[in-house]
């Protein structure tokens, strides 16, 4: 694999290759750091404008789902496990950007 990965053990790898395939699919990440030929293909990435807004944010965010799972729990314990199921399910589709699934989970969690 990449020669900066050489010290990771290769579950390690496994690990951030698919952290940064998350990050690229949620736009918080992009291949390339410039408009030069070289420098706009992997291995080199930026921040997309989006990716600037979710590090500003400073507080836990859907991009760290058990994080935010656990954020929520902690804020709200005795909440409902059909509430629980339904974000952790919304979660999972904005992950994958199934922006149709995103707004029926929201209409569900809606109706009575």
């Known amino acids: 694999m ?4 050489n010290n990771l053990t290769e579950e390690d ?5 698919e952290v940064v395939n998350n990050l690229i699919i949620e736009g918080v990440i992009t291949w390339g750091r410039s408009l030069d030929p070289i420098e706009s293909q992997p291995p080199f990435m930026s921040i997309t404008s989006y990716g600037e807004k979710v590090l500003q944010v400073g507080k836990i965010i859907p991009h760290d789902p058990d994080g935010y799972l656990e954020h929520f729990n902690n804020r709200i314990p005795k909440v409902s496990p059909l509430v629980v199921m339904y974000l952790t399910e919304s979660i999972q589709c904005f992950h994958r950007n199934n922006l149709l699934a995103k707004k029926n989970y929201q209409v569900g969690c809606r109706s009575p």
């Open 13 to 17: 790898e496994v690990t951030v290759l």
């Open 2 to 5: 990449n020669k900066q990965m």
